[in-house]
């Protein structure tokens, strides 16, 4: 049984293969792959297709082509970064490949999943997002004992993190090694620090100075009961101005649900506050985001990557012992073609 990394397009529909049970991916250009199970036969194909294309592009991505349409076996698990949510889905594929003509166009290639349960990134050990963590639209995670801890992850049980393997060990490792998201796992590693230095109401403090910084005026709640906000946040010097923001944090393992998330709207009317902000390290539940946008114009959620970007956008002006904690640097670096 092996586990595949599959990413269906871009974030803005990335719920569609949760919702549909599939995983897919696009070069719909090259139509129905049914009767071309062979590396080779996909090779001519793509050549002929694709004909600006270099050697290594070309060699990239038959590869990941070749694995999906072939190589990916029913049983096998899958994991589906989830970029909205800052977790991964994980499941098991229950169908043989297809070719669906009139799906959205990274999906026209597919495979049936029965998908078993979505886990936040902090969960994750840092030594496996290292695995997850290339540019590639499909590969085998091997390393790690990847296959037998997600496998307890899945079940509520942890298993301790092994030491990272390095060793390459044939073609496709050496085309995931040539494609590693070094930004991903840049911001794994600031997200496992944020966790370390940040934890329980502290990270409400955390999300109080990342809002004085944008320009509000602030009232974090100390520690313990706090009726259900954690921070108060209002425009203008007094705070008194629009909008005025009524602010729970959610730290830990808790991921927050469509309940807790209704529950708001009474909380701030209680606090007077015009508008709500869920933030939640963990994230929020699928029924959770699909409720949200309902009421985009009055709610708004952070998850960790929501809480990473604000800091990252606003580090200049957040105090000198945050900075001094975290000690981020800006780099540059290249990207893979």
Not at 2 to 19: K, M, S, Y
Not at 38 to 61: G, H, M, V
Not at 121 to 145: C, H
């Amino acid at each position: 049984m092996a586990l595949w990394v599959v990413r269906c397009g871009d974030g803005a529909n990335e719920q569609e293969p949760i919702t549909k049970s599939i995983v897919g991916i696009g070069w719909s250009a090259l139509q129905d792959l049914k009767q071309l199970p062979e590396r080779e036969q996909i090779q001519d194909l793509y050549t002929k297709t694709f004909t600006t294309e270099s050697i290594a592009q070309i060699r990239t991505n038959v590869a990941q082509i070749y694995s999906f349409r072939t190589r990916i076996q029913v049983g096998d698990y899958v994991a589906l970064p989830l970029k909205k949510s800052a977790s991964i889905a994980f499941g098991k594929v229950t169908s043989d490949y297809s070719y669906v003509k009139d799906a959205y166009n990274f999906l026209i290639h597919q495979r049936k999943v029965e998908w078993i349960r979505e886990i936040p990134r902090n969960q994750i050990d840092q030594d496996l997002l290292f695995s997850f963590g290339a540019f590639l639209t499909v590969f085998q995670v091997k390393r790690n004992d990847a296959v037998s801890r997600i496998e307890m992850m899945l079940s509520g049980k942890t298993k301790p993190a092994s030491l990272y393997e390095t060793s390459i060990d044939n073609e496709d490792d050496n085309i995931v090694e040539e494609n590693f998201d070094v930004e991903q796992f840049s911001r794994d590693q600031i997200r496992q620090l944020i966790a370390q230095k940040f934890a329980g109401h502290a990270l409400a403090n955390l999300v109080g100075e990342i809002m004085k910084a944008e320009g509000y005026t602030v009232q974090t709640s100390p520690a313990g009961a706090d009726g259900g906000v954690d921070v108060l946040a209002g425009s203008g010097p007094s705070g008194f101005e629009e909008p005025t923001i009524a602010v729970q944090v959610k730290s830990g393992n808790i991921v927050v649900d469509a309940p807790t998330l209704r529950d708001l709207k009474g909380t701030m009317q209680d606090f007077g506050a015009s508008r709500g902000l869920v933030v939640s390290w963990s994230g929020f539940t699928s029924q959770a985001q699909k409720d949200v946008r309902k009421s985009f114009l009055t709610i708004h959620t952070w998850n960790s990557d929501d809480i990473i970007d604000h800091i990252t956008a606003n580090w200049e002006k957040l105090p000198e012992e945050i900075r001094s904690t975290l000690r981020l640097k800006q780099i540059w670096t290249t990207l893979p073609n």
